[in-house]
């Protein structure tokens, strides 16, 4: 069972899921139970093997399905689960935004997808199964057959939403299948010169071959970073992700919106570092230069279409499209730093994305809407919420206490040693951006601002608000509390983040990647 | 001898299979297309034997003609099926908006 | 009775499949054959109230009426190939409709019918409405082939002896 | 010398088909036309000796995507917008 | 395997130019040839002739009805000869294994007119009731004669 | 617009091709992709691993039978996609009939079908079962399979083939391919290996390693086979009649 | 400030300081609107608790001992850890016994006006005095931006407060000017100090790592001093002040602690740690830039002087006047000598004590009298004599007049000025102190010594006992 682990992650979801199909008729009352319990158990998986791997000697606890050990095949024969400290955690986070998740769904998903919940059950896990395992696996192949499972997943799940979400959808499976099918065409590539697909194996191949100056490596590496860019909704092809986010149903949203991008930055890390190797990928090519000019147009323009939205939850959007841009910069600014900010807030966003859609949820259960407009004077009825909800706001502006700020802590520092003033003065922007949207948002629900700004009532606090209006008036608790759990998470992740940071540490540092400049 | 044969075999069906993809192209009418997509069926299949005997694995090439054999019917069901579908609707709808008027 | 035939027959397909005798592979063959027996036997031999002589004889009929039939086909492409490769022939060519009442009852039989029609040179049945068959003909010497009757008798043969006499 | 030349020709009408398949304006056109794209890369796939692709293809090919397409285009209008 | 067999021919293709090679195998072939290859070999030429015959149908014909007839005859026929004359030729030895393959091969012929006539006989039937009527004899006539 | 989609299209092809250039020779037994030690190891223990003749089989299913596991999962992932979006939707698609007009079966075309289908489903059998000595599997068998529950659906009309395979029992058929596919791994993760090590199972089968291996292959085939055919029955019947499983084609 | 010998003595009265008014909050929040004196008395209590935990330390201090609280390890190398020293102890004196004051005063505003939404008043107040606690004891850069966060972020419901449209402009000028800042300018500034040559090399910790920016190049050190100088927004350096007026919409006991206390005392109070203790004074000495700084000082100073002479709002032209205050404060650590510094130190307790007096009968006034304009305030010292005397004393105060504390401080800055042969500084000063006359006596003048016009309009007396500190 114990060494196991790593497989559990996947077997429980996995498991839970068919049952949930199989609970299609009559019973449906049972998936909600079924999938948290599944969710459970594959934390528990994920937990067991995050000891595991600190406790190895090199940190990496590999497993390959179907018994074919290192010692008497060679690498490469059949599929191998490689945890290292960086995927492990990953995929803890994307199992806790699950659990969390999961958690949260049991009225939402009854009353906006009504008969369907089996359904919605099932392509929930599945989509969890696949992101986790997006995260474990070492398997150049293998990704891609999971990067495929969990984006039909999210086609399924979107397009469950409101009556646009169809159409949504449609401009989500188009992108979403050039980008897999780039993904794919790289992954041929590199197996036609490399002649294997364990990420280590290509990497070794690599590195024994001098592989670098081979065009053939050379349009794989583009065609798999482009491939993994589409998939993650970078600047200029993020057009499918607000609509689909918006017009998805409440659980859906805050399952993705957390984990897709985030999971797949984690997967170009994982091409960049792991397979193509640091040198290949940032000293050989071009690349290190224009990507950090490409992701301040990105933020630059997420930002401005962020500001300009008048629902929270398209908003919320716009702002995933612009902190996609952060990582990516981070990524390609090619620094230690930047890189430990990178891959800090692939975790702490998918924490703080989680706080603000699950409020996000609330907000349009309770008020109808997400627009700006109705949402007058919503603290003093809900004001758990609206806290748990601000938690999430707070760290995506980066104010201290929360995760938010440590991550772009990092990320400013990488972007001051290896001396991208343009990615720094974006960085900056795009934060005041937030500051001004999410104090705009506090100014709405905390003051009763209405859209058009005239006053209302007569001062000294008369909102001309009823008192129906007023009345304290929560949301259910089965909703509430993984909200809280959630903005709580926001913050212990910020206060625990130095042990983050040094298992990060402990990750990068076999790579060789510049630390510091002399000033 | 076995290579020749199917050398001649296989490169005249694909000479012949020209004319099709023409009739496919210009052809006035869906009917037209799927009769020509039909053929070409029907000729992938015997290619594909063909193609076995050039590798000298005919015995495994057959399975793959019977698929084709057995399910190349389906698509001309599916798209007579679909047009007499339509074509009935139409009519329905004619004869309503006749009765409108 | 009817599903054991028709297990029998599956057996015999599966065999010609597989080509391989060994028990393991007999066991899957004789497993699916089940299997495909109990979910499609009711495909198989419409109708259940013949007797096996009967149909015995039927097969055997049918058997006796394929080289026809293959010669028919020949004789088709002929006609196309004439038809096709020839100036004249095109110039031949004088297509219409033609409505055909027939005599045969079953459904099977007016299949085999109406497909054979389709084989032989110059027609194919386009339409089949109770007993009356829409034929497409290439010409006027064709159409007069066809309204002789000549496949129907064959086919009320193998399959309908009494509507036949009827007759 | 066998090979090489179905290889050329397959490719070739690979090609038309494609080319015919995208330039048609009527949708189920376009999926008929897209079955014989499918045809000719089992033959392909058959011809590089990978055959189980080419099984897959052959069976798919065949049976399957002509009649999910003609069944999403039932509910579609027939002209592509474009 | 199948790599194996492929790069032999590859090598015997690059060692000398085509012509004399061919030639060769020819001559080298009919030297062991038995009565039914070539039995099959005449029936595959022929059957390329019929399919020939249906292709020129499918280009030459007015209309979708008189093509429909070159397409569902010709195609049948020829697929019959062609799969009978390679079965034939194919045959090595004379097991049970390469008799049950023949057997297969004859196999997808009964589908094939099985299927044939019925798929012909569908769209047919489609293209009916869609109201487009056939060409008839003073049509085909006006058609001619534009041709000319 | 028309045009400008085109230059990516372009600049996608002509990177490949210049990679192509790069590419080593077809065949080339020196080249990286056939040197390497893993081709080599396929080629030559397959055979001593598991006792499938047919190279590409062991390695689906069992080398990479992960992969297709999931590959599996994807299958129903987009049964169950669909059904999704399509059950109980007004149809964001849908015209809005308000009529329907029936098509009765064909005499023809219900007869052929009837001496097909059996044959069909017969080969699908021989595919599935087949797959470990020549080309095939449980993914073709299946989707010949489910060929011929659609090949009924065509012919005669929906419901008919709905009362053979109904729309239910398609979801739990599908759903007991998956078990069945990963019933099979927990199963030799219980006995002791990796969850997918085939060979565990000879402790409760009555044959050697490599031979279990052949045999759980067998097992996960038939899985595979069984979620296909429903899935594509499934997706069908829901694509064809926008979810409301009545009409249709 | 501080000696490096001194000794370091473990103790948890720091995080008490800090942490009582945050667990006060729950109190405060649990008492609610409908049991207000249970709740007033729990701020108080709070408020008392925080003061004497700060006096207590105060002979630890004397006897030459540093205080430390080990917190959180925030990252590797630095963590978040209160340390008392002289200067922060200085503070946070001064905030936790005006914070009592500030008390005593809101209850008697806020009840005297009825205004709406005192728990939440209650409560950000609280939390904006332990973020203060939190700047005045933080040993290091991460820790005192920690707090400088968290008090822009709790004093922006504060400066919301009247929820009208002129309280949102305020609100937004006043976010929008401390988190640009403390973002955009300050925290590149600080992840410089923490990455600068390479990791373990931080230069954050104001005990340990003073004076090692010297090692950057004199370029960088310019740069690092501008971003920290205008990164401390609450300072109120010219071209970032105006937000400090535009904060005055805010009920007076929050501008009293905003201008007074906490916010402006906050930015000043980091500015000089920064200068002292990260720069070091003599690396400032030998900075080129350093005159540049000294003058943008001087100029605020100046034109705030100028621009509160023309203002008739008493609120505004107070806060103009703590620009100019403040700008005194920074010059004293600009100025890089010891007895600059030692002025300045000085003058934030000093102007805080003068400031909170005037704000404090400003609002006496506008309680009383619903007067909010020097204009308006004619005859009104016969009707508030006491309110009006304390004005008055408070004035002379930030005048700098002999006896008063305002003097001395000025005394230190000018020698300050001396020391750096900067004699134009203190021709500055002497013209500053001018122009402080002609702004605010003219207040008091106003309203002892000019008739008011109207004689119907008498109906108030005195503000009530909690005002009149």
Known sequence: MMENAIAWILIFPLFGSVACAILRMGKRKICYPVAVLSMVGALWGGIETLMQVVASEEYTVSYIFGGWTLDSYPRGVGIEFHADILSILITLVVLGVGLIVALYSKLPVMEETPGKESIFYTLFLLQVTGLAGICLTGDAFNLYVLIEVAALTGYGLIAMGSKRAAAATFNYVILGTIGASLYLLGVGYIYIKTGTLNMVGIHDVIEANNLADSATMQVAFILVVVGILIKMAFFPFHAWLPNAYCNAPTVTSSLLAPLVTKVMIYVMIRMLLSVFGVDFSFELTLWTDFMPWLVVVAI?????????????????????????????????????????????????????????????????????????????????????????FFIGGFSIIGLPPTCGFFSKWYLITGGMVSQRWEYLVVLMFSTMVMVVLFFRLIERIHLAVSESGENLGHGHGDLGLTEEQTRFDEGPLSMLIPLILAASVVLIVGIYNQDVVNLIKIFLAEFNLPKGVDY | MIDWFAMLVGGSLFLFMVPLLYRIWVGPTAYDRILAVNVIGTKTAVLLVVIGALFDRVHMFVDFAIAYALLNFLASVVVSRYLNRTAAERNVEEKTKGARA | MYPFVVFVLLLLNWIIFSGKFDAFHLGLGVISCLFVTWISQDFLFYDRSKGLKERMHEAWAFLCYIPWLTWEVVLANIHVLKLAMTNKGYMEMAPRVVTIKTILKTDFAKFVFANSITLTPGTITMLVRGDIIHVHVMSQFLEDDLLSGAIEKKVAEIFEPGVLQKA | MGLELFNTMILLLLVVAAIVALRVKDLLTASVVFAVYSFLMCLLWAEMGAVDVAFTEATVGAGISTVVMVATILNLKRKSSD | MLKKKRKEQERKMKDSSFIPVLAETMTSSLNDLNIIQIFGFLLGVLGLIFFLGAAVGMLRFPDFYTRMHAAGKGDSMSTMLMLSGLGLVTMEDYSLGSWLVFVKIMGIVLFIYLTSPTSTHVLMKAAFEDNHMPLDEKDLKKAKGKKK | ???????????????????????????????????????????????????????????????????????????????????????????????????????????????????????????????????????????????????????????WDLETALVRFPLDKCFLVAALGIILYGGIGLLSMFLGGEFLDYAELANILPVSREMARYHAMLGVEIGVGLTVTAIMFALYANLSTEGKLKGGL | MSAPEAIIVEDIRPLIAFVAPLVGVFGIAWAGEKRKNLRETFTFLVAIIQASAVLSMIPILMSGKIIEFHIWQVFTHVPLLLRVDGFGLLFACVASVLWIATTLYAIGYMRGLHEHAQTRFYSFFAISLSATMGVAFSSNLLTIYFFYEMLSVSTFPLVTHMQ???????????????????????????????????????????????????????????????????????????????????????????????????????????????????????????????????????????????????????????????????????????????????????????????????????????????????SELRGLGRKMPITMGAFMIGSLSVIGLPPLGGFISKWYLALGALDRDAVWVVVVLLLSSLLNVFYLLPVAVTAFFRTEEKENDTGFKEAPLGNME
């Open chain 1, 300 to 388: 630059v323009c997420a930002a401005v279409m962020a500001l300009a939205q008048r629902e929270i939850k398209r908003m919320l959007a716009y702002l995933i499209v612009a902190e996609v841009g952060y990582m990516v910069g981070g990524v390609w600014i090619y620094n230690y730093y930047g890189m430990i900010g990178s891959i800090f807030h692939v975790i702490s966003d998918a924490c703080m994305t989680l706080c603000l859609f699950l409020g996000a949820g609330l907000i349009l259960r309770k008020a109808k809407t997400t627009h700006f407009d109705g949402l007058r004077g919503l603290f003093s009825k809900m004001p758990l919420t609206m806290t748990g």
């Open chain 6, 1 to 155: 617009m028309k045009k400008i989609s085109l230059i990516p299209v372009l600049v996608v092809g002509v990177l490949l091709l210049y990679a192509a250039d790069d590419f080593p020779e077809w065949g080339n037994p020196t080249a990286p992709a056939s040197a390497s030690s893993l081709s080599s190891h396929f080629i030559s223990n397959t055979g001593v691993d598991t006792e499938v003749p047919n190279m590409v089989t062991a390695v689906l299913a069992d080398y990479r039978g992960f992969d297709t596991m999931f590959e599996t999962v994807v299958v129903f992932i987009a049964g169950m996609a669909v059904l999704a979006i399509l059950k109980g939707s007004s149809g964001p698609f849908s015209k809005n009939k308000k009529y329907t007009s029936s098509i009765e079966p064909d005499l023809i075309v219900t007869n052929t079908v009837r001496l097909l289908v059996p044959v069909i489903q017969i080969f699908s059998f021989y595919v599935l079962a087949h797959g470990h000595v020549s080309p095939g599997g449980g993914f073709q068998g299946g989707v010949v399979m489910g060929a011929s529950f659609i090949m009924i659906a065509l012919s």
């Open chain 7, 164 to 374: 009208d449209k002129e309280a949102r402009t305020g609100g937004r000028t006043y976010l929008g000017y401390l988190l640009f800042t403390s973002l955009c300018l300050l925290l590149p500034a600080l992840s410089w100090c923490y990455v600068w040559l390479d990791e373990g090399n931080v230069a954050m910790d104001f005990l340990a790592d003073t004076g090692k920016v010297g090692a950057f190049g004199q370029s960088t050190q310019i740069i690092l001093l501008c971003l920290f100088t205008f990164g401390f927004a609450k300072a109120g350096i010219m071209p970032l002040h105006s937000w400090l007026p535009g904060a005055m919409v805010a009920p007076t006991p929050v501008s009293a602690l905003l201008h007074a206390v906490a916010v402006v005392k906050v930015g000043v109070f980091c500015v000089i740690r920064v200068y002292a203790d990260i720069f070091g004074l003599e690396v400032l000495q030998n900075m080129d830039g350093e005159d540049w700084m000294i003058a943008i000082a001087c100029a605020t100073i100046l034109i705030s002087s100028l621009i509160a002479l023309s203002q008739d709002n008493l609120k505004r032209r107070l806060a103009f006047s703590t620009i100019g205050q403040l700008g005194y404060v920074v010059l004293g650590a600009t100025l890089a000598t010891e007895q600059g510094v030692g002025g300045s130190v000085l003058h934030v307790a000093m102007h805080a004590c003068g400031k909170i007096t005037l704000f404090f009968c400003a609002g006496a006034i506008f309680v009383a009298s619903g007067k909010k304009y020097v």
